[in-house]
């Protein structure tokens, strides 16, 4: 009979309302939830007979919620340096717990803070992940979730680490007098030959450990020197390319510069702009130190004016590390922990992961997601490249809800709620008529 499939139709639309309502109310209390997504709830029809006749049997209908999770939402300013928002696609990849046995799952709520621990947590407890950067500032990207390590900054306090790098700008005086003879290589480092000009630097081994390598320099002609690096005392080193030494030279060669005194690379030794590898004597490890003297052509490193020799500027990394004072996330997703002694170094790089349909993700508490069917494979990349949004550093993305239409709703609902319940009603008092027939 008509009359029942009418009363089903109305049961249909009160289960279809109130999961519509319920869709509203989760949306309203969490209007204030960083990295939110919002439920969108649409409604789909049943049919029982899909011909026209003359009797006419109701469906009724279904709630059909969907989730708003590529909706980008505002991002806001935040005064904590470890606040971070995306700003396009993605998600940022999480663990439920900071060794590797917690579950993945995937979250654009931002807010990380330091736990007791030193990790970087977002307030619901999961752990940020990302790539650890090697002493260059390089990673690998395997696509593999499981090389994601948990970011803490704090481990770094009190551990050593080598130097890696040199830059040199110094400015040798063109109207020096020439060395008479040709030169022979490491007499400036046994002393044999005085340096017209000579600087020292520290470096520092794997164990922290200091040692000291001079670069010195004699002219040998009209825009033309030789510079060689060596390690005083010449005891602190003992191999130099895997080669046994006992003179400490660590690099000797010829400096060519151009009439312009710039830096003329092609006309200089390549020994002396190349790494050193060094072994040093106490048995610590090294890493290769790349020296940066200059650019071919360029003012940037060694320069030949006839200016008096002196060393312009000089950096060299490294060293003891000291207790790591605060953390820092740039634009790139590079994360950062500034020391006390206002060193900065670059330790883990984040990603972001995108997926083909991201409002397929299963929704997880805490407002984080996991993969589903739905959603496809996870791709992991470096922010802004091969469809990855740009992190913003030192913001949060507020909800994705809209109070104002969400109250729309809500008065939608619950007047079509009421209207299913009348038909409901109505439905029962013609089938008490019905009823009343047989009197």
């Known amino acids: 009979m008509s009359l029942y499939s009418a009363l089903y139709a109305g049961v249909s639309g009160l289960g279809a309302q109130a999961s519509a309502m319920a869709t509203v109310a989760d949306n309203i209390t969490n209007v204030n939830t960083i990295g939110y997504k919002g439920v969108s709830a649409e409604f789909r029809t049943l049919v029982t007979d899909g011909r026209a006749r003359s009797s006419y049997s109701a ?35 999480v663990r439920s717990g900071a060794d590797q046995n917690g579950e993945i799952a995937f979250t654009r709520a931002g807010s990380f803070k330091p736990d007791a621990a030193g990790y970087l947590r977002n307030t619901s407890g999961y752990y940020l992940q990302g790539w650890p950067l090697d002493a260059q500032g390089g990673f690998v990207n395997t696509g593999n979730l499981n090389a994601l390590q948990p970011i803490r900054p704090n481990a770094l306090t009190g551990a050593a680490l080598p130097t890696t790098k040199i830059e040199l700008r110094a400015n040798l005086q063109s109207t020096s007098t020439p060395i008479a003879g040709p030169y022979v290589a490491g007499t400036m480092a046994s ?5 017209q000009f ?32 060596y390690a005083t005392p010449p005891g602190d080193v003992s191999t130099v390319g895997g080669v046994a030494t006992a003179t400490g030279v660590l690099a000797s060669g010829n400096i060519a510069f151009n009439p312009d ?10 020994a002396l702009f190349a790494d050193l ?59 950062s922990a500034i020391f006390e002694d206002g060193t900065a170094r670059a330790i883990y790089q984040l ?32 922010p802004g490249s091969l469809g990855s949004g740009a992190i913003a550093a030192g913001t ?13 709703n809500m008065i939608r609902f619950q007047r079509a709620y009421s209207a299913s319940s009348k038909i409901i009603t109505t439905v029962d008092d013609m089938l008490q008529e019905v009823s009343n027939l047989k009197r």
């Open 59 to 93: 469906g009724g209908v279904t709630a059909a919620p969907q989730q708003m999770i590529s909706k980008q939402g505002l991002l806001q300013a935040s005064s904590s340096l470890t606040d971070i928002g995306v700003d396009g696609a993605g998600f940022f990849v």
């Open 191 to 195: 002393g044999a030959v005085t340096p």
């Open 198 to 229: 000579s600087r020292s630097v520290d470096v520092y081994d794997a164990q922290g450990t200091a040692h000291r390598i001079t670069f010195g320099f004699v002219k040998t002609g009209a825009n033309a020197w030789v510079g060689e690096v």
């Open 261 to 270: 005194g710039s830096l003329d690379l092609a006309g200089s030794s390549p």
């Open 277 to 335: 590898d060094i072994g040093w004597a106490n048995g610590a490890g090294s890493d290769p130190i790349r020296l940066s003297l200059g650019d071919d052509g360029g003012l940037n490193g060694l320069t030949q004016f006839g200016g008096e020799s002196a060393l312009l500027s000089s950096n060299v990394d490294g060293g003891m590390l000291g207790t790591v004072a605060s953390v820092e996330i740039s634009d790139t997703g590079v994360v």
């Open 351 to 382: 990603p972001l992961a995108t997926f083909q349909n991201p409002d397929g993700l299963t929704r997880l508490g805490g407002n984080a997601y996991a993969m589903s069917q739905d959603s496809g494979n996870v791709a992991i990349n470096k």
């Open 396 to 408: 949060l993305e507020a909800s994705n809800v809209d109070l104002a239409q969400e109250f729309t």
